[in-house]
């Protein structure tokens, strides 16, 4: 024990190995249900189930055991919602831009591998800095009506109006169920499975997420709408491991670029966001407001990216979730090594997990989409320069199925309404050379 307090300095930050085991738990719970989640939204790709949910447990238990061990973060790590969104439903999808799953992980891989360097050297500051926090707010918020969106349709709540479900330009047009006697039994349970996740979190109940999951699964039994899993445990399905290098042939190297920034950009800021959030809330920031130690946090959710892309998964990423562990005390990296161990301990429950459906995590997907969309609030919407990007940002994400079109279209309208309302001076170079290079993506299908 006294070796643990040195280590994460337990003493030091007020805590002990008890409440930093319960603190561990307690994230845990908050965003187990990424999990099934990751597996059953990155399998309509083709990967397999089984596989993803070993990789995506996989790139939790090494992200975070790296944040509790070298940053003594109380932070936990996982594959990123909204990041998983992009990879199923835009990268790999054949209605977007149709790379294949492989493609996707190099893509994924090559971010991470960027990222790392960033974390690395100093020029995270100078990017961070050059993005507005407007359009940050915005691409976070937009993110959160896609994931949202995606919930919904998961659910059966909003549906496809055309077969196809696309016309010219890539915009899905969707129809809302019109009544209840239209909805067809996984709908029925899928707004079940809200109501239940919605009370669960209104009344501040930890774990609300995953607790909904269980019990809409288990309604979802004891009516016949979800299979009975065959086992409870087993041993873990092999993940794609290396399947990252087969990806880097026959690419469109413009479209692979801007997937690659598009992914590294929403991975940097939700990281950097939500590591100012949960230091500040552990007491982990120094008199000037700055992170202690930041260097090394980056660092390990770059390392986790790289590591997820190898073995099979979208980007990884810091969880705001750990805040629930922070609330029950957690203060230390301990913390997260905790959270860690249940990530691995979990893993062989795939089998009982497996007959987990769309309709049982689109509850989920929706929730969280409503917590990542309460930053729009911070949006200056009075200043008309900044709410007419903004607003093109979090609108055409869902309506383009495309999360790098919302944040293109974002930065190239920004940049305009900066000049034409005569505060060019505010607009950093790094922006200008983000906006052609945007601009290039939109012509470059014109040109060949």
Known sequence: MEFLNKFFKLQERGSNVKTEFIAGLTTFLAMAYILFVNAEMLSTTGMSWGAVFTATAIAAIVGTLIMGLLANYPVALAPGMGLNAFFAFTIAAPWALGFSWQQGLAAVFCSGIVFLLLSMSGIRERVINAIPNNLKYAVGGGIGLFIAFIGLKNAGIVAFDTPAGLIDGNIVVFDVIPMLGAMSGQTLLAVVGLLITIVLYVRKVKGSIFLGIVATSIIGIIFGLVGTPTSIAGVPEAPHFGAFLEGFSGLNIPNFLIVVFSLLFVDFFDT????????????????????????????????????????????????????????????????????????????????????????VTAPALIMVGILMAAQLKQIEWDRIEIAIPAFLTLILMPLTYSIATGIAVGFIVYTITMIAAGRRKELDVILYILSIIFIFYFITPFLT
């Open 272 to 359: 950097a966001g939500t590591l100012v959030s949960v230091g500040r809330s552990a007491g982990l920031v120094d008199e000037d407001g700055k992170l202690v130690g930041s260097s090394r946090a980056l660092l390990a959710d770059s390392t986790a990216t790289v590591v997820g892309a190898i073995v099979g998964t979208s980007n990884t990423t810091s969880y705001i979730e750990s805040l629930a562990g922070i609330e029950e005390g957690g203060r230390t990296g301990l913390t997260a090594v905790f959270t860690a161990l249940f990530f691995l301990i979990f893993m062989f429950f795939a089998p009982l997990l497996s007959v987990i459906t769309s309709a």
